[in-house]
């Protein structure tokens, strides 16, 4: 009977090993390295096994008719153990189909997020330069100044109740912050998972300041933020391909409030726009129907969205934030330059602090330099504009001149008592012009050139390349680069000839373009000549390329 038992378990183990080694040679080889492991564990207890068996085998017979109640006992044993290792392979196998399963779902969710956002990109068609993400890592505030009122921000976002507004308007006059505000804003929050979507208006690009943009771009970034919005979103482009070029209350109805509320337990998410001031106008109002439609519909939505607008404080603006009637609470902060003025002078301070010392290390200055003195005259100069200070740091750091001649060129020039609104702004202005033409006998015709070119600069409906702007002007490419080069501390003059140029901030334009502002008539720019000239330029584009069957 043992030796019936015996040759039973020995047949078991080889059919176990024969059918293990055929499986292998089948295998894809892909998974066996997966498989490794369990098959040198069972194949571990079958050579085990076997080997007992041989010894039991080759026992004298008297030793075994001793022995036989423990032969018996091990045979007992050997069946257990070999159960036993069979049932672990086949455990292990399991999870790992079950894990290859997960892999599998897992691959097959990416693929319908990916076939999701494609299909969002493709019918929204989001303006994605609008984003805080496109925008670069050091546009935000300097380190360690606007703190109060960032915390302000961040104390309005994290309060709760009904009583709490869903929308803070900051407002403040051009230069004083604003969008670096915005943006350290955006950065803090999209490290904490709380950005919901960023639109930063542009009027130097007509994708950023297009009204019809603003919420399909909005709704396009909160996908991104949350897969479950996503798919709800998804749901209503595939049944309503036409939602994003609808009016802007059916936008924000279809786009945003209604699958945002079939969100279950949606985290609280903030969206900014920055410079609505710089959006185009629809009814007389920047950003059209958008803002008071934002206005009366978000507080009813039950929505934990908040918004945070930046702005000029434009009339136009203005009225739509103190209508009545529409339900809604704002968080007016007062305006930005009539905040804490003390605050603001002991940042843009350190500001100033920081990047002049900059200036003396890389340029072997011997220190000190500026001093107490000059940077407290330059403070005051200031005011509450931190471009005013931004265009000094610009200025003096020009590689084309000495910074201690350009600091020169500031502090004994022009009134410093003056506190007429952006008179200190458009004095550094002035001087940055005058000091390109200084020791130049063709100053006249220098400043006709200044006008016809960054006049169009400012007026262009799009920005243009120094090439593209040379080939609208009939200008010669080196000819039109020296008339940028005096201007980088006013302009952003990429050295790559097919990038756009542009103008720092808003400001400069307001100066060159509102009478009264630019005080020397040689640089002032005539907005209706300028307009004219370039439409006279594309005639002459049109006129020297245009053909019968241009596209052959």
């Not at 749901?235 to 009016?247: E, G, I, M, Y």
């Not at 001031?277 to 007389?284: I, N, T």
């Not at 702005?311 to 968080?331: D, L, V």
């Not at 471009?387 to 610009?394: D, E, M, Q, S």
Request: net charge neutral.
């Amino acid at each position: 009977m043992k030796k019936e038992q015996c040759q039973l378990l020995a047949e078991r183990v080889v059919t176990i090993t024969a059918a293990i080694t055929a499986e292998l040679m089948k295998a894809d080889p892909a998974t066996l390295d997966r498989r490794e492991s369990s098959v040198v564990a069972l194949r571990g207890t079958l050579r085990g096994i076997q080997m007992l068996l041989q010894e039991l085998a080759s026992a004298s017979l008297a030793h075994r008719i001793f022995k036989r109640g423990d032969v018996g006992d091990k045979l007992t044993l050997f069946h257990q153990q070999l159960d036993t290792a069979i049932d672990v392979f086949h455990i292990t196998e399991n999870m790992r189909t079950e894990d290859a399963l997960t892999l599998l779902l897992t691959a097959v969710k990416e693929g319908e997020d990916k076939r999701d956002i494609l299909l969002a990109n493709s019918l929204l068609r989001p303006v994605t330069t609008a984003s805080y993400l496109a925008r670069a890592p050091s546009s935000g505030c300097f380190s360690g100044t606007r703190k109060t009122l960032i915390d302000q921000i961040f104390t309005w976002f994290n309060e709760n109740g009904s009583q709490v507004p869903q929308i803070f308007w900051l407002s403040g006059l051009g230069g004083t912050g604003k969008t670096s505000v915005a943006h350290t804003v955006c950065e803090k929050m999209h490290a904490n998972g709380q950005l919901g979507a960023s639109f930063f208006f542009s009027r130097d690009e007509a994708d950023r300041r297009r009204v019809a943009s603003i919420v399909p771009t909005l709704a396009f970034q909160l996908a991104s933020v949350n897969s479950v919005y996503r798919r709800k979103l998804c749901d209503v482009l595939k049944a309503h391909p036409d939602a994003p070029s609808r009016a802007q209350q059916y936008q924000l109805k279809e786009l945003l409030l209604d699958p945002l509320k079939e969100v279950p337990s949606l985290p609280p998410y903030l969206i900014i726009l920055d410079a609505l001031d710089e959006c185009d106008k629809e009814r007389a109002m920047e950003g059209g129907d958008l803002i008071p439609l934002i206005l009366r519909e978000l507080p009813n939505s039950g929505l934990n969205i908040k918004v945070l607008i930046t702005s000029r404080p434009e009339r136009s603006i203005k009225s739509m934030f103190n209508a009545r009637g529409r339900g809604m609470k704002i968080y007016d902060t007062s305006a930005l330059h009539d905040m804490d003025q003390s605050a603001v002078k002991e940042d843009i301070a350190s500001y100033l602090t920081y990047h002049l010392q900059r200036i003396q290390i890389d340029r072997n200055i011997t220190p000190p330099w500026p001093g107490d003195k000059v940077l407290n005259d330059l403070v005051t100069r200031a005011g509450l504009f931190f471009i005013f200070a931004a265009t000094i740091v610009n200025f003096v750091a020009d590689t084309y001149y000495s910074p201690q001649a350009q600091l020169q060129r500031l502090l004994y020039s022009g009134n410093t008592e003056s506190r007429a609104t952006y008179m200190q702004v458009d004095f550094i202005y002035l001087q940055v012009l005058r000091s390109s033409l200084e020791g130049r006998v063709d100053a006249s015709e220098l400043c006709a050139r200044f006008r016809k070119v960054v006049g169009a600069i400012i007026l262009l409906q799009d920005p243009l390349s120094i090439s593209a702007l040379a080939d609208l002007l009939a200008h010669d490419e080196a000819d039109l680069e020296g008339a940028l080069n005096p201007l980088h501390s006013l302009l952003d003059i990429p050295s790559n000839h097919d990038e756009p140029i542009r103008i720092f901030h808003p400001s400069f334009r307001d100066f060159l373009l509102i009478q009264g502002r630019c005080q020397d008539s040689r640089f002032a720019v005539s907005e209706g000549r300028t307009h004219a000239q370039l439409a006279l330029c594309c005639l002459k584009v049109m006129l020297r390329h245009l053909k019968r069957n241009i596209c052959s």
